[in-house]
Structures are given as structure tokens and as C-alpha cells.
């Protein structure tokens, strides 16, 4: 508010300076060189407003005010050509001033910003490697305990314990394995070299298929899927979508309380295939909305939740190779509703410089 205000005194006080100029210019016999000088003053204040448009006004009234003096009396011991000369040299003067400032404040903000670029990278990196290291510290405890304990028992062990020990341990290397695949993607993800490989993929049978999967494991929370308003099948590459609604599905369950309901809906919108994923769990803060698919960030109030922060950047990226685009409305502690949007036609992806045959690898 009080930027906008200083900007407004600003010009006015700009504008009045050019028209002080002005009459100085007319009513005194002084050498138009110097009055050129002068009328770079007000120009030179003017671009310390940021506001392209104002800045083009302010150096359009110089020059304008500079070819105005032309036409009052010219001292009879004045040389016309010396003073249209003159003239000629004030607009110059007042354009190359102009064009100096503005290099120099849009070389600044372009720096300004690279700056804080990579100022936002280098704390993207930092809270990467702080994820990374918790997420991987946690497997790598339940394997070594789970071994640790193996070697301790003196007594042959049960098949029984063996096999929950044996669980354990694969369910922790799964984990590590599938928090590998997400960043090596992500990095793939950046310089554009992940493929499509486009087909028929019947909608139906994956979101059912997905639907139960997570059932089977999610024994507190009850999954509802109700896809019979969505087209039967769309063109698109079937690994990228599945690895899309299961991310989506397994959020939905991974921030909601136990005994909650995940709602998985499908409907046709002329040409675009929408699902709707909408959950009761703990929301999104206001303030994460703007970030949330950008790759390792993650919201303020997940701490405790296991997570890579790369999982809702993959599917953003994913939904977009197809055309689509994802909508996010969450209110924190409220839930939140995740649609996706895609072609029922598919897209024609962008040429991708491709490092395999598989697109994304198939879920485990």
C-alpha cells in the first residue's frame, strides 16, 4: 500500500519537475545544451518507478517538452542551426539516459531474481538432503534391527517368526527401492527425458484394480470408487497414469485418520476424462497451495508423515505430458479434493530424449 502511494508522489513529483523545466526552458536565453542536461533529471527519477508504462510517459513528455520550446521566440543573436542542433542533442541525451537506467534496473532485476533462484534451490537442496536421510534412516533401522535380532536367537527360529522377520525386511527394502526409483524420475523428470509409449488404457478396470490394492493394505480406512460416469478407456501411457492415481489414492489415505473414507469419483466433461480424489484427512495450509507441485517441498504440517516430496511433482509432471492438469481444494483440517484432467483423445507428448524402453517402472 505504501509503495503504491510513494510511486503516485513520485510521478507527480516528476511530472512537476519536467514542467519547471519547461518554463525555465522558455523564458531564459541560457545554452540548450544545458537545458538538455536538465531535462534528463526528471527522466532519470523516472525510472525508479518500475512500471514500464510510466517510465515510456515520463521520456515521451521530455522529448515532447524539449520540441514544444522550439516554437517560442528565438533570440535574434541565436544561430538556428546551432539551436535546432541543440535541440536535437537535449532528445538524444534524454533517450540514451533513459536507455542507460533502464539496462541498468532490468539488469539488476534480472540478478535480483537469479539470486533468488538460487537462493530457493539451495534451500530446496537442504531440505532434500534432510528428507532423503531421514526417509532412508528409517528402513534401514528396521533392517538392521530385524537382522539384529535374527542373530541373537540361539534357538532355531519358527517359520512363522521367520517369515514376519523376512516381511519386514523386504516391506523396508521396497521402501528404499521405490524412494530411489522417485528421485532418479525426478531427475529424469527435469531435463525432460521421460517417454510415453500411448495406448488404450481401460480407466475402469486400473482405478478398481488400484482401489483394491490399497484396500488390502489400508485395513482402517474405507476406499469408495465410483468410476461408471467416466469413458471406459483413454489413450494414454498406462504406467504414467497408474503411478499417478495410486500416488494420489495413497496421499489420500496416508494424511486421513483411521476410520476415515477416501472417495475416488470419475466423470466425462466433453472432451476430458476427470477424477476426483477426496479425502477428510488433515488439509493443506493456505499458504503451501502455491508450492505443493514443486519437487521436494512438502507441507508445514506433515511432520511425522513419511514422505520424499517428489510424489506430487512426478504427477504433475505426468498429468501434463498428457495434455491435462491437476486442481487442488483443501482447506487444513478439512480434507482435500485432488482432480485430474485429462484427454479421453491423449495428447501427443513433446519430443523426449528417452534413456530406456520403460517410461516409469511398473509398481511392485
Given at each position: 500500500?505504501w ?39 526528471p ?24 520540441l ?6 528565438v ?23 533513459g ?60 517359520p ?29 523428470a527435469?531435463?525432460n ?13 486400473l ?26 478407456s ?6 504414467l ?124
Open positions: 500500500m509503495r503504491a502511494i510513494f510511486r503516485k508522489k513520485l510521478f507527480i513529483a516528476i511530472m512537476t519537475a519536467q514542467f519547471m523545466i519547461f518554463a525555465f526552458d522558455t523564458t531564459t536565453r541560457a545554452d540548450d545544451v544545458s537545458i538538455g542536461f536538465l531535462y534528463t533529471i527522466t532519470l527519477m523516472g525510472f525508479l518507478i518500475i512500471e514500464r508504462g510510466l517510465q515510456i510517459t515520463i521520456v515521451v513528455l521530455s522529448i515532447t517538452l524539449i514544444t520550446g522550439c516554437f517560442f521566440p533570440p535574434i543573436e541565436t544561430d538556428l542551426l546551432v539551436f535546432f542542433a541543440n535541440r536535437v542533442l537535449s532528445i538524444i541525451t534524454v533517450l540514451i539516459t536507455i542507460m537506467v533502464n539496462y541498468r534496473v532490468r539488469m539488476e532485476q534480472t540478478l535480483g531474481d537469479a539470486l533468488a533462484k538460487e537462493r530457493k534451490a539451495s534451500a530446496m537442496q537442504r531440505a532434500f538432503v534432510s528428507m532423503v536421510s531421514h526417509e532412508f534412516r528409517t528402513p534401514l533401522t528396521i533392517i538392521d534391527g530385524e537382522a539384529y535380532r535374527m542373530g541373537k536367537v540361539k534357538q532355531a527360529v519358527s512363522e517368526d521367520l517369515q514376519t522377520r523376512v516381511k519386514s525386511i523386504r516391506q523396508a527394502v521396497s521402501r528404499m527401492i521405490v524412494l530411489i526409483e522417485r528421485i532418479l524420475y525426478t531427475s529424469r527435469f531435463d527425458k521421460i517417454s510415453m509409449h500411448l495406448e488404450r488404457v481401460n480407466l475402469w478396470t482405478l478398481k484394480s488400484i482401489g483394491r490394492q490399497h484396500s488390502e493394505v489400508a485395513l482402517s480406512h474405507q476406499i469408495k470408487v465410483n468410476v461408471h460416469d467416466l469413458p471406459v483413454i489413450r494414454a501411457d498406462r504406467n497414469v497408474t503411478y499417478i492415481l495410486d500416488n494420489l489414492i495413497g496421499n489420500a489415505i496416508k494424511y486421513s485418520p483411521e476410520g476415515s473414507v477416501v472417495e475416488v469419483t470419475g466423470q466425462t466433461n466433453g472432451t476430458m476424462a476427470v477424477i476426483a480424489v477426496r479425502d477428510q484427512g488433515i488439509g493443506i495450509p493456505e499458504a503451501d497451495l502455491p508450492n505443493l507441485f514443486e519437487p521436494y517441498y512438502r507441507g508445514g504440517n506433515v511432520a511425522g508423515i513419511s514422505g520424499s516430496g517428489v510424489g506430487l511433482y512426478l504427477v504433475e509432471t505426468f498429468v501434463r505430458m498428457h495434455g491435462g492438469r491437476i486442481l487442488v481444494e483443501s482447506v487444513e483440517g478439512q480434507g482435500s479434493v485432488f482432480t485430474v484432467q485429462m484427454p479421453v483423445a491423449g495428447a501427443e507428448p513433446a519430443p523426449a530424449v528417452s534413456t530406456g524402453e520403460s517410461s516409469f517402472p511398473d509398481k511392485q
